[in-house]
């Protein structure tokens, strides 16, 4: 296309030079707004494509931010349930079977149940409600299988 827009310019401007007319003068003012429109829109271009590739980078990086954030956070969780199942480890086998019947969210009494020692669990899981018993190891077992497809 540039070779076309050359050949159209360069047979112009031969012809305007033999004879120069008015339609001549105009038509080569005319070409040469476009050129330097051409020009513009090129420059438009790479600012553009420049200002793609920047918003490309901050992206990565949002996501590498957004990646290391939840990544915190669920470390986070993971000390938190870790300090309340050393709580529960500590009560009475009845009393944590109670507590944990009582929480609202079984995947919670199941995180807290998993990062217990198995002994102090298996007691606690014998005083909690038998309905709740079903949903915290049917989670129990999601966790493991999740386990052993991570390892």
């Known amino acids: 296309m540039r070779a076309n827009i050359i050949m159209v310019v360069s047979i112009l401007l031969s012809s305007a030079v033999s004879a120069e007319t008015p339609q001549q003068k ?3 003012t005319q070409i040469k707004k476009l050129l330097e429109l051409k020009n513009y829109v090129q420059k438009e ?3 553009n494509q420049n ?3 920047e918003i490309k980078k ?3 990086l949002v996501q590498q931010e957004k990646k290391q954030m939840r990544e915190e956070f669920k470390k986070a969780k993971e000390e938190r349930y870790k300090k309340l199942a050393k709580v529960f480890e500590k009560m009475e ?3 944590a079977g109670e507590k944990l019947s009582k929480i609202e ?3 919670k009494a199941a995180y807290i149940l998993y ?3 198995e002994k102090n669990a298996g007691e606690a899981l014998n005083y909690v409600e038998p309905e709740r018993v079903s949903e915290i190891v049917k989670i129990l077992t999601d ?3 999740l386990e052993k497809r991570e390892k």
């Open 26 to 28: 105009e038509i080569e």
């Open 45 to 47: 271009i790479e600012k």
């Open 51 to 53: 200002l793609l590739e």
């Open 58 to 60: 901050e992206k990565k």
């Open 93 to 95: 086998p009845e009393m």
């Open 105 to 107: 969210d079984p995947s």
């Open 115 to 117: 990062n217990m020692k």
């Open 143 to 145: 966790f493991k299988k």
